[in-house]
């Protein structure tokens, strides 16, 4: 008999696997109990082909459950600094049923005496990681073809196909066998790369620029993998401002070019991002309205309502002519769920690159189906955190997403908002790389013109209403964009100029930044 390191063995050591596929019936699960014995034999010989293996493959990945079991008995002892060998595991599995079944602690020393070296252990153990996955991956399948046929009419076929991603981009995740250590030298070369294409450029950012001066000092640009939050109560220009960021970067968008000049989509862009924005409040119409009068400098509700004049006309047709080729893409789909986000996102990096995603707004999202289950908000929030903060690592794209502030803003004097205002504050805080608020005091002061007291006097009722009148000129038209946590750099406040009438922020110039008068 020969046995696995092609060697002549007397019958009684032979070493035959537990579970022999039986073809002819229904077929089995797929699995190497070979792969698994001659793993196993080769860590008892040298306890360091453990190492090899144990960052990647766990005792549930084997196909034969006695063998997980040795492995995590292997593992344990290794852990508190014992050598395993078919000795020091002889009184663990003496009195194992399952194990007598097959030798008993004789099995050990068999699986050891058929292992001669360790060079293969690595390759065993990704055999048997692979395995693992295909398992899953017919798990899955079975899950899908059941649910199928189930007429459930509270299971609609869409969610079935969102479940189905959802595990299989879950089995993806954490069946990475990839990954862990790299020298610092690897880490130090990209981050002296990204340095160099941040002063390749002009506005000196590392990533996609927002267009706005002050606040790309303050934040670099938006980073590839942060999950940046835009929150703010109603009124305050959530979409305005993200629009106005998606926008932006699009137009700027100069593609990375390949040996042979052409656009490369699996490279970084040059300057600006393709953009992905998903807008579950406001239809892509909407938007297209906002953005052409933002580069028209007409005023967005004149054009809802039809009020504009002929040459209004010619700016909309110069407009639309510069907005052709900007790679700005719509997806106006309400109650998207997470995992169909993600689906979208993908097929748009694939087919024309993607460089920056938005997302108007979060609370608007559907969870998965297991944290809608739990019928807690706080948990379904956290569900779609993690599902945004995952989608920007996995794509390697800054993900922005607006957010709606609590109630808790209008009970204060001071409505200038805080983190503990987000609402289910918890999980967006902890998830997000960035969290930025818009204040617009012009939006209160406004609201809070001050009326003549019964008992006050006509000289104090004007001295209040000129203070509050001075307020509102000092505050019309400015916005202020308050940086509440930043992982890579400090917090502030950033003041941008704001158009009502065509929805637009733009750079704040102050008084200091004037020309002098030339008198």
Avoid at 144 to 156: E, K, Q, S
């Amino acid at each position: 008999m020969v046995s696995f390191a092609g060697m002549e063995s007397t019958p009684t050591s032979r070493v035959t696997p537990l579970r022999e596929p039986d073809l002819d019936r229904v077929p089995q699960p797929p699995s190497n109990t070979e792969a698994e014995q001659a793993l196993l034999g080769a860590i008892l010989i040298n306890n360091t082909a453990y190492g090899r293996v144990a960052e990647f493959l766990s005792a549930e990945h084997f196909g034969n459950a006695v063998h997980g079991r040795i492995y995590a008995a292997i593992g344990k002892l290794l852990d508190r600094g014992q050598i395993a060998n078919p000795i020091t595991l002889k009184n663990l599995f003496d009195q194992d049923g399952a194990l007598a079944e097959i030798g008993g602690s004789h099995y050990l020393a068999k699986l050891a005496e058929s292992a001669v070296t360790i060079i293969n252990a690595e390759h065993y153990g990704r055999t048997i990681h692979d395995l693992h996955l295909r398992r899953e991956l017919i798990t899955v399948g079975q899950d899908v073809v059941t649910d199928a046929f189930r007429h459930d009419l509270d299971d609609p076929a869409i969610e079935q196909i969102e479940r189905a991603e959802s595990k299989l981009f879950e089995l993806a995740t954490v069946g990475q066998a990839e990954g862990g250590f790299q020298p610092f030298t690897t880490a130090l070369t990209t981050a002296i790369t990204l340095a160099q294409a941040a002063f390749k450029r002009d506005g000196k950012t590392v990533g996609v620029a927002t267009g706005f001066v002050d606040l790309d000092k303050k934040l670099g640009g938006l980073h590839p993998a942060d999950l940046v939050i835009l929150a703010g109560r109603p009124s305050m220009g959530k979409t305005a401002l993200a629009t106005n960021i998606a926008f932006s970067a699009a137009k700027a968008y100069s593609g990375a070019r390949g040996a042979d000049g052409r656009i490369d989509l699996s490279r970084a862009a040059e300057d600006g991002a393709v953009v992905g924005f998903f807008s579950l409040e406001m239809s892509a119409e909407q938007l297209a309205t906002r953005i052409l009068a933002e580069e028209s400098g007409t005023s967005s509700d004149r054009i809802r309502r039809g009020e504009v004049r002929r040459e209004d006309f010619d700016k909309f047709v110069a407009a639309s002519q510069r907005l052709a080729a900007v790679p700005l893409y719509i997806d106006d789909t309400p109650a998207l769920s997470v995992a169909a986000l993600r689906t979208r996102a993908r097929r748009l990096k694939r087919q024309h690159g993607l460089g920056l995603i938005v997302i108007d707004y979060l609370q608007l999202l559907r969870p998965s189906a297991q944290a809608r289950a739990l019928e807690n908000r706080v948990q379904e929030v956290s569900d779609i955190t993690r599902g945004l903060k995952a989608i920007a690592k996995e794509l390697d794209v800054p993900v922005v997403a607006c957010a709606q502030l609590s109630r808790a803003v209008e009970q204060r004097e001071d409505k200038r908002p805080m983190l503990s205002d987000l609402r289910e504050s918890g999980s967006i805080e902890q998830d997000a790389d960035v969290v930025m608020f818009i204040y617009r005091e012009e939006y209160y002061l406004s609201r809070g013109e001050p009326s003549r007291r019964p008992e006050e006097s006509e000289d104090k009722f004007n001295d209040r209403y000129d203070r509050w009148k001075e307020r509102c000129e000092t505050a019309y038209g400015t916005a202020d964009i308050i940086i509440a946590k930043q992982r890579h750099g400090p917090i502030g406040t950033v003041k941008l100029h704001f158009e009502a009438e065509t929805t637009k922020f733009d750079n704040f110039i102050g008084a200091e930044h004037l020309p002098a008068a030339d008198f």
